[in-house]
């Protein structure tokens, strides 16, 4: 079984606009789907930078290609070890924010409600944090606040209250505690409802959007004019902060102007509404069902 079947492959490729002797980033490098056919366009002198910080993708390496270099840390850090490779800028940059086929199957990775295993949830293996932590730490307004922002759970008041209520009689390590105490309170499609509590828990034990943040502020110093960035997401927490940071420069969506009262405008949009996948490819990829990819080039 293959690591993961690339999302949007042959159109974030052409979106990345490949030069033969250019230099590119693939920000989740994952089962190196969308790297391995990257490189096919590449010539001597071009290069390939793959980030990824999860260790499952270390026997996915490109190691015998020298027009690839494997960096083994969160995309967060992107510009920082770029810089280390003597990397000035780059020509693109792509990242696909979506959870692996791999790591959802992974029953120990503690990724999917499918499975009675450990809540663990994290990216980095190397991590502090897990989600057995999270329920069994968190302040009852800490978690409802998770629930909330990162889920839209609807009622996640209540379910941090039960989880709250819950642990003092055992903690929860393993997903089996978790499901006993949410079956109780799931409000429509349980499935849905599980999937929007386990996002949320995985957010927060990854700091998925402050990662998030950080990649699009070092993206867009390391870009070169004309640089392309390919994004693709997966739901309307990351989509809403790709979008507002091509339109603006900044993840809030603030419009920025100069003394003249020109607008600061860093990228042109190549996509002026995000491009989803074809029918044909959700039925060959159901995961690729809520990808929306978005393609902005830097002035």
């Known amino acids: 079984m293959s690591y993961h079947?690339?999302?949007?492959?042959?159109?974030?490729?052409?979106?990345?606009n490949l030069k033969t002797d250019g230099m590119y980033?693939?920000?989740t490098f994952g089962g190196g789907g969308h790297s391995r056919h990257i490189i096919t366009h590449l010539g001597a002198?071009?290069?390939?930078?793959?980030?990824?910080?999860?260790?499952?993708?270390?026997?996915?390496?490109?190691?015998?290609?020298?027009r690839f270099t494997f960096i083994h840390h969160n995309f967060r850090h992107?510009?920082?070890?770029?810089?280390?490779?003597a990397v000035r800028q780059v020509d693109g940059i792509l990242a696909d924010l979506g959870v692996s086929s791999h790591q959802l199957n992974r029953a120990e990775r503690g990724f999917s409600f499918r499975f009675d295993a450990e809540l663990d949830m994290r990216m980095n293996q190397q991590g502090e944090i897990t989600a057995a932590h999270i329920l069994n730490t968190y302040h009852a307004t800490d978690l409802q606040r998770v629930f909330s922002q990162y889920g839209e759970v609807r009622n996640a008041k209540t379910l941090a209250q039960a989880i709250v209520a819950g642990r003092r009689q055992k903690p929860l390590r393993r997903i089996g505690?978790?499901?006993m105490l949410t079956d109780p309170l799931v409000r429509g499609q349980r499935q849905r409802y599980l999937a929007q509590v386990f996002q949320a828990l995985r957010i927060e034990v990854n700091d998925e959007m402050g990662a998030?943040?950080?990649?699009?502020?070092?993206?867009?110093?390391?870009?070169?004019?004309?640089?392309?960035?390919?994004i693709i997401s997966y739901h309307s927490l990351e989509d809403r902060l790709v979008k507002n940071f091509m339109r603006t420069g900044n993840t809030e969506g603030e419009v920025i102007k100069d003394?003249?009262?020109n607008i600061d405008r860093p990228f042109k949009?190549?996509?002026?509404k995000a491009l989803a996948p074809t029918e044909e490819e959700i039925a060959r990829n159901p995961r690729a069902r809520s990808a929306k990819m978005r393609v902005a080039e830097k002035e």
């Open 5 to 16: 079947d690339p999302v949007l492959l042959s159109e974030s490729i052409e979106a990345l």
């Open 25 to 27: 980033v693939d920000a």
């Open 45 to 66: 002198k071009g290069h390939l930078f793959g980030f990824d910080q999860d260790e499952d993708v270390l026997p996915n390496v490109l190691s015998e290609n020298e």
């Open 78 to 85: 992107l510009r920082r070890f770029l810089k280390l490779h």
């Open 177 to 179: 505690d978790l499901l």
């Open 212 to 230: 998030l943040k950080d990649f699009l502020r070092d993206s867009l110093k390391m870009l070169k004019p004309q640089g392309r960035l390919v």
């Open 259 to 261: 003394f003249y009262g």
């Open 269 to 272: 949009l190549i996509t002026r």
